[in-house]
């Protein structure tokens, strides 16, 4: 089955706010900007249901939302940084880090446990929530 066809449901949704979409074969790269978190979150789910877990590595999502809600939240971890990952779990890649006491945006939450933020460079990812409090 091609990855399009895989990921049909997520390459609607994000080809509907103009995401890039490319095909290499083995792996389908999404790319691109959304208008809200909820959005974001709902893409991240729908790959969690087609690809239980992240595990199959067939698909990069690359997706940003296009404004912050303009909520702050300071970064309360005990001395170091916090990881701020691609999705919404500890088994993706961190894509960048929040010192500790720092003040970053908060843009949404995917659930209880993973805020959806922006840090001071303008990375954009989730982050633990037990290490956040609204500002």
Known sequence: ???????KEIVDIAQQYGATITDSGNVLKIEGSVPSADLKNKLWDIYDRID???KSGDLV??????????????VITK?????????????????????????ID????????????RDTDGEEGYAYSQYLELV
């Open 1 to 7: 089955m091609a990855l399009i066809e895989k990921y």
């Open 52 to 54: 239980p877990n992240f």
């Open 79 to 103: 001395e170091s940084n916090l990881n701020i990952r691609k999705g919404p779990g500890i088994d993706q890649p961190i894509v960048g880090k929040a010192a500790h006491g720092a003040i």
């Open 61 to 74: 999502l690359n997706v940003n939302v296009d404004t912050p809600v303009g909520s702050k939240v300071k």
């Open 106 to 117: 908060l843009i949404g939450k995917a659930n209880d446990q993973w805020w959806l933020v």
